[in-house]
């Protein structure tokens, strides 16, 4: 198995040395990993807080992957990085995934109409129904809007930090846009992950859900990574005993590895 959706010292919100990121991946076991630290631009909370040293990043990956290589790892290492999707920096985003060499480009919806749902101020005024489906649309626009990506990383990422969290969330409730969003990343041949941060996060499901991943292969897609969204090195490959077995059960026989932002499809 491999773990395409981790973040380092690079990232603003980690200090985790890249070094011990692979030696937790490599004492798990895992057959390879990603780096995908994080880029958002126009962060308004906090600015500049996830602007990324692309240069600086490139360098210290590709560098270890190298070293590590020669002294015999036995796992391959990735680089990546997870895109901040807003429409009014479509553009900027774009100019970042085609100039530097990814292996994988994930597209995320951070900031949704300039506030995070992280921050409680996303909720204030509006029912979480109101605000959950806000974020959805975000997800449509930004698909719209020409972004460039591979992956659309954790699609139901607002439940971690909603009120009530998942306690009032399922598919059913959104499926008419969560239809339109998993029928519009397919049309373009693009991809989802499963992100295993929801177990880490108290929610007894992956982002997104179950029902979700399973619709997704109804529907016909086939791209789909998985990720634990790790930020500390005890975190790399979160629960994923329980991988494999919820992807057979969404109709699975496969995951997805990005090299060159091409992908491969490996059996589970």
Same mark, same amino acid.
């Given at each position: 198995?491999?773990?395409?959706?981790?973040?380092?010292?690079?990232?603003?919100?980690?200090?985790?040395?890249?070094?011990?990121?692979?030696?937790?991946?490599?004492?798990?076991?895992?057959?390879?990993?990603?780096? $995908?630290? =994080?880029?958002? &631009?126009?962060?308004?909370? !906090?600015?500049? @807080?996830?602007? *990324?040293?692309?240069? %600086?990043?490139?360098?210290?990956?590709?560098?270890?992957?190298?070293?590590?290589?020669?002294?015999?790892?036995?796992?391959?290492?990735?680089?990546?990085?997870?895109?901040?999707?807003?429409?009014?920096?479509?553009?900027?985003?774009?100019?970042?995934?085609?100039?530097?060499?990814?292996?994988?480009?994930?597209?995320?919806?951070?900031?949704?109409?300039?506030?995070?749902?992280?921050?409680?101020?996303?909720?204030?005024?509006? $029912?979480? =129904?109101?605000? &959950?489906?806000?974020?959805? !649309?975000?997800? @449509?626009?930004? *698909?719209?809007?020409? %972004?460039?990506?591979?992956?659309?990383?954790?699609?139901?990422?607002?439940?971690?930090?909603?009120?009530?969290?998942?306690?009032?969330?399922?598919?059913?409730?959104?499926?008419?846009?969560?239809?339109?969003?998993?029928?519009?990343?397919?049309?373009?041949?693009?991809?989802?992950?499963?992100?295993?941060?929801?177990?880490?996060?108290?929610?007894?499901?992956?982002?997104?859900?179950?029902?979700?991943?399973?619709?997704?292969?109804?529907?016909?897609?086939?791209?789909?990574?998985?990720?634990?969204?790790?930020?500390?090195?005890?975190?790399?490959?979160?629960?994923?005993?329980?991988?494999?077995?919820?992807?057979?059960?969404?109709?699975?026989?496969?995951?997805?590895?990005?090299?060159?932002?091409?992908?491969?499809?490996?059996?589970?």
């Amino acid at each position: 198995m491999w773990d395409q959706h981790m973040h380092c010292m690079f990232s603003g919100d980690s200090d985790a040395d890249p070094v011990l990121m692979i030696n937790s991946a490599i004492n798990k076991g895992l057959d390879g990993i990603c780096f $995908t630290d =994080h880029l958002d &631009y126009d962060y308004k909370e !906090e600015p500049g @807080l996830f602007d *990324l040293d692309i240069a %600086a990043y490139e360098k210290r990956i590709k560098r270890l992957a190298i070293v590590l290589k020669e002294k015999g790892c036995p796992i391959n290492i990735h680089w990546g990085i997870e895109i901040g999707l807003q429409p009014h920096i479509t553009d900027k985003n774009n100019e970042v995934a085609k100039k530097y060499p990814f292996d994988l480009v994930i597209g995320s919806s951070h900031v949704v109409n300039g506030i995070d749902p992280y921050y409680p101020a996303f909720y204030k005024g509006k $029912t979480e =129904h109101e605000a &959950y489906t806000e974020y959805f !649309e975000s997800i @449509l626009d930004n *698909l719209h809007s020409g %972004a460039d990506f591979d992956v659309y990383g954790h699609i139901d990422y607002v439940v971690r930090y909603g009120p009530d969290k998942n306690k009032y969330y399922s598919y059913e409730r959104y499926a008419d846009i969560i239809d339109a969003i998993l029928k519009e990343i397919i049309s373009q041949g693009k991809g989802i992950e499963l992100n295993t941060a929801g177990f880490k996060y108290g929610l007894g499901h992956s982002n997104p859900t179950e029902d979700v991943l399973k619709r997704y292969h109804e529907l016909g897609g086939e791209i789909i990574t998985v990720g634990a969204d790790a930020h500390k090195p005890e975190h790399v490959a979160y629960d994923f005993d329980k991988v494999s077995n919820i992807l057979k059960d969404a109709g699975f026989m496969y995951y997805t590895v990005f090299e060159n932002r091409v992908p491969a499809f490996i059996k589970l």
